[in-house]
């Protein structure tokens, strides 16, 4: 048992809290992801995921609870995102790029602060790069209400939302708002991209939403089989990151691996094995 869990590893109150949160998180990623893929957002997503380190270094800066930081400016950054976006349509990405920068400055001051104001020297490296051994387990209700109300939305919007993301003018047709909803899905998108920067981080926050849903994707184009799928990888990704990286200090006595390093290495290993699956079945 040892050669594949170390001791103590259920019975470890972090890694607890570490399963729960991240477990709702690969949920809420592989759906909202899925969409992600299917609209063309990923760099919209990874935008949103750089932007939101702004609030976490924020939220370091006032003691508030990092996840309210951390969504508040993934928030703001949607709403500035999707208005220039209606203005200058042949600009997005462009646009998304300049809110991106300005987000990452923003987020460079007050980390800077943070180190300065508060000897938080630790503080970049947990919103830049997550460490999921640190959340604490007062931030579990609120994590896991946030990640029910952004499925029960998608649930609620799923028929239209699919729609407006493979068919936008033949959406339109039908009467459906694009413009509002695509407003609604960047709120949703934000609600992810901040449940993944608790998890790995702001900057690797992306691979948790795109991988497994882009990993999904190429092994199946029907969406609802695609979300479970992603699902499914999120959730095989994230738990064995995590039982890596405990596992890790059995390796080098008292310094163990980053959780986030074992995710992304897990994802990327997934969506090498989908590409190459699909290259054998092509044959």
């Known amino acids: 048992m040892n050669l594949l869990v170390e001791p103590g590893f259920f019975t470890s109150a972090p890694v607890q809290t570490a399963l729960i949160v991240g477990g709702g998180t690969a949920i809420v990623s592989g759906v909202v992801g899925v969409f992600t ?70 987020s460079a001051l007050l980390l800077y602060f943070d180190v300065t104001t508060h000897s ?3 503080a ?16 579990i209700p609120l ?20 729609l407006s993301s493979l068919d936008k003018e033949l959406a339109e047709v039908m009467g459906i708002n694009t413009r509002r909803l695509a407003m609604f899905y960047l709120m949703l998108l934000s609600l992810a991209v901040t449940l ?4 790995v981080g702001a900057v690797l926050s992306t691979a948790l939403l795109i991988g497994p849903a882009a990993t999904a994707l190429r092994l199946t184009k029907r969406p609802l089989s695609a979300m479970l799928a992603a699902v499914i990888i999120g959730l095989v990704a994230t738990w064995g990151g995590i039982l890596l ?15 986030s390093f074992f995710i992304v290495a897990l994802i990327f290993v997934a969506y090498l094995a989908a590409t190459h699956l699909i290259r054998i079945k092509g044959r």
């Open 196 to 199: 993944a920067a608790m998890t």
């Open 245 to 259: 990286a405990y596992n890790s200090y059995y390796w080098t006595p008292g310094h163990g691996w980053p959780v």
């Open 37 to 106: 893929v299917i609209r063309g957002q990923s760099f919209a997503g990874h935008a949103l995921a750089d932007v939101s380190s702004a609030g976490g270094a924020l939220s370091f800066l006032l003691g508030i609870n990092p996840l309210i930081g951390l969504l508040g400016m993934a928030l703001v950054a949607a709403i500035g995102m999707e208005m220039i976006d209606i203005r200058r349509a042949r600009e997005r990405d462009l646009m998304t790029g300049i809110v991106l920068g300005a987000g990452l400055g923003l």
């Open 124 to 139: 970049a490296i947990t919103v830049m790069f997550g460490s999921m051994f640190a959340i604490p387990p007062a931030i």
């Open 143 to 162: 994590a896991l209400s946030l990640g029910g109300g952004a499925l029960l939305a998608i649930f609620v919007i799923y028929r239209p939302l699919l």
């Open 120 to 122: 938080t020297t630790g």
